[in-house]
């Protein structure tokens, strides 16, 4: 397998877009990463694009030859990459795997999605429709926070977990938006704000979901050779990726205290990679409620199944803690353009890898090995990727 | 760059398949090919799904996961991909790369599209957007046949091809179609019937177009080391592939009588391959016109700039003749469900290597190479891929 590393990332500021189209948002993206990785557009053998909403959401069917059009992209190689709200992660694998095979010497995952161009109930259906659709959407209505509130339910009654230690995870990940310019989300919020908030699906309440966003992010990719002769000064090699499925009958679920293929796809990328949970140091995982950043600490073995909520009421997933988790602000204050979140947590790891965010919000490295959770539905697609300075 | 060869295929039956859903289409492809190469479901470590109209020809928004699920498929890790028509071409690019890169063992391409559970305007609305949505489609409303127009009066003003040429390329098409069981559509017909049919988009008529399709295609790759271990009698190896994308704006083409991410990609594949054009002895083309068959054969090489015709006209694209194309019945008789046919192009080929196909259908073999082109848009995506037995 040919070593491969990340040259360069870009991401647009998150949020409302409705001030430019697709393309001319994944231009925000493109074109610093480019310029971070020294090279030009032309450069680029091979585009992976990570969209869900294209038809939906936004109106153009296939965004990717658009997109990759308007930021001068044309004669690479083509593909939208789709696993839900794992796209971007996705899609980061296709150009990964593109360049280690040795079929490309530079690709890039790039992430682009537009989610308010669309009234919100809309755009709640059409994620309702990343459910079980047949059964599940189309029988019985439910959405996304309804799932994820069933998740909540199930690991409240195993584990004694509260909705105070719910809200903890929103506070955390607002604290990091409130630092984080990109973020679309960056008012500090407290526990009672939370706890205030409207219900949604009970014991989910408004500040547990993350927001509908606008966003992009760009990975650029090189083969070992490339990151020489280009005289890349701190390349960051993928260590290895682990990527899984679950079922999306919720009926056939063991259980809904954790989800099956983040426990798998983790594995895999620890395996992948030749490290060990306790190596990683800083992590972006998949918070798109607050329940599944919990979830995701006993899933991808930061703590043991059950503790999740010792760790975070430690304190220990904050910077200067054990494993500092979603320092950018998560899904849940960055904002989650389904599309782009992959690649978007690939940006932040990429830059603290470097030490390069801004000081705040720059956690503190020994072993510079970081890793990103990713998951589409609720645990139907994952993939983890772990990277290393 | 590690070894991978194709062990197992299966396609579905071609036509109007509202007999099924989309998964149960899905695994009318995936059984047999897990049948010809000999392993369980659970062996299969990568899933990449080709499909376009998720939400749009067909309800599910996210067919991957279903798909997969629904054919023992869950825990692999799992994409869909999506470059227009040539979807198939791209998922089956990225099981490839996922394998060559060392990261699976065995993976599978899946295409799977359902076209006709809706209305044909409906339907030919959401192919018009693989165009240039916000110009072309949106303000002009030009939808494919009236693209495929555009380059057949272009190739007749250049190269004095006639509607009687394109017409050909429809009888041969049809005539293997009234041969293969997977067909669409299984009538032979004449110069006269292509002639005499309703006009579309002067000068294409309906039997210049090929028909909307449903239907599934699966490919199985797998490492060196896996065709060993599982002693597979005849591996196709995945000789090279390469691919290119175009501009979406036409304005910007230089010409309309061939496209440029044709020649792009087929350059790119022959010289990943190691081979040239006159070593191709069996070929599946981009067909979804008449005249897109003829622009293929000469943007990658099978003759040169405007001498498609007098290939087509001496017969050397039939068995028998230098390099027979499409004998399966190409896009135009077979059917094209845009995400499969890349997938279903590598199923003939395969079966094409391994001298297994009915006997008038079967190319006479010396080198044992073939190719397969796909096309996503018009010349926006294109992928070719090279096999060698």
């Known amino acids: 397998?040919?070593?491969?590393?990340?040259?360069?990332?870009?991401?647009?500021?998150?949020?409302?877009?409705?001030?430019?189209?697709?393309?001319?948002?994944?231009?925000?993206?493109?074109?610093?990463?480019?310029?971070?990785?020294?090279?030009?557009?032309?450069?680029?053998?091979?585009?992976?694009?990570?969209?869900?909403?294209?038809?939906?959401?936004?109106?153009?069917?296939?965004?990717?030859?658009?997109?990759?059009?308007?930021?001068?992209?044309?004669?690479?190689?083509?593909?939208?990459?789709?696993?839900?709200?794992?796209?971007?992660?996705?899609?980061?694998?296709?150009?990964?795997?593109?360049?280690?095979?040795?079929?490309?010497?530079?690709?890039?995952?790039?992430?682009?999605?537009?989610?308010?161009?669309?009234?919100?109930?809309?755009?709640?259906?059409?994620?309702?429709?990343?459910?079980?659709?047949?059964?599940?959407?189309?029988?019985?209505?439910?959405?996304?926070?309804?799932?994820?509130?069933?998740?909540?339910?199930?690991?409240?009654?195993?584990?004694?977990?509260?909705?105070?230690?719910?809200?903890?995870?929103?506070?955390?990940?607002?604290?990091?938006?409130?630092?984080?310019?990109?973020?679309?989300?960056?008012?500090?919020?407290?526990?009672?704000?939370?706890?205030?908030?409207?219900v949604i699906a009970s014991p989910l309440k408004l500040f547990d979901c993350c927001p509908l966003t606008d966003g992009s992010a760009s990975v650029i990719l090189a083969s070992e050779e490339k990151v020489k002769e280009l005289k890349i000064e701190t390349p960051v090699w993928v260590a290895g990726i682990g990527y899984s499925s679950g079922t999306a009958n919720l009926t056939k679920r063991a259980d809904f205290v954790g989800l099956e293929a983040s426990v798998l796809a983790s594995q895999r990328a620890y395996k992948a990679a030749g490290v060990t949970a306790d190596q990683i140091e800083v992590a972006e995982v998949h918070d798109c409620f607050t329940i599944a950043e919990i979830m995701a600490y006993e899933d991808i073995g930061l703590c043991r199944k059950g503790e999740g909520v010792k760790l975070l009421r430690e304190g220990q997933t904050e910077i200067g803690g054990k494993i500092p988790v979603n320092v950018d602000g998560g899904l849940k204050a960055k904002g989650h353009p389904v599309g782009t979140t992959g690649c978007s947590m690939i940006y932040e790891l990429t830059r603290q890898l470097r030490e390069e965010v801004e000081k705040p919000r720059q956690v503190p490295l020994k072993n510079y090995i970081a890793l990103a959770h990713n998951v589409g539905g609720t645990g139907h697609y994952c993939y983890v990727t772990i990277l290393r300075r």
């Open 1 to 198: 397998m040919r070593k491969v590393a990340i040259i360069g990332v870009g991401n647009s500021k998150f949020g409302n877009r409705n001030d430019v189209n697709m393309a001319e948002l994944a231009f925000e993206a493109v074109q610093p990463s480019l310029v971070d990785a020294g090279i030009s557009a032309k450069e680029v053998e091979f585009v992976a694009l990570g969209s869900v909403g294209a038809g939906a959401w936004y109106e153009e069917l296939l965004p990717a030859v658009v997109a990759s059009e308007y930021c001068g992209l044309t004669k690479a190689g083509l593909v939208r990459c789709e696993a839900a709200c794992a796209s971007g992660s996705a899609a980061f694998q296709t150009a990964y795997a593109t360049v280690a095979s040795g079929q490309a010497e530079i690709a890039m995952a790039l992430g682009v999605e537009k989610m308010r161009e669309i009234d919100s109930p809309i755009a709640m259906e059409w994620i309702g429709r990343a459910g079980y659709y047949l059964w599940e959407f189309h029988n019985f209505g439910i959405t996304f926070p309804g799932y994820y509130a069933l998740h909540a339910n199930a690991h409240m009654a195993k584990y004694g977990t509260t909705e105070e230690d719910l809200a903890l995870v929103a506070v955390k990940n607002h604290k990091y938006g409130s630092m984080n310019p990109k973020a679309h989300l960056q008012n500090k919020i407290t526990v009672d704000d939370v706890l205030s908030s409207m």
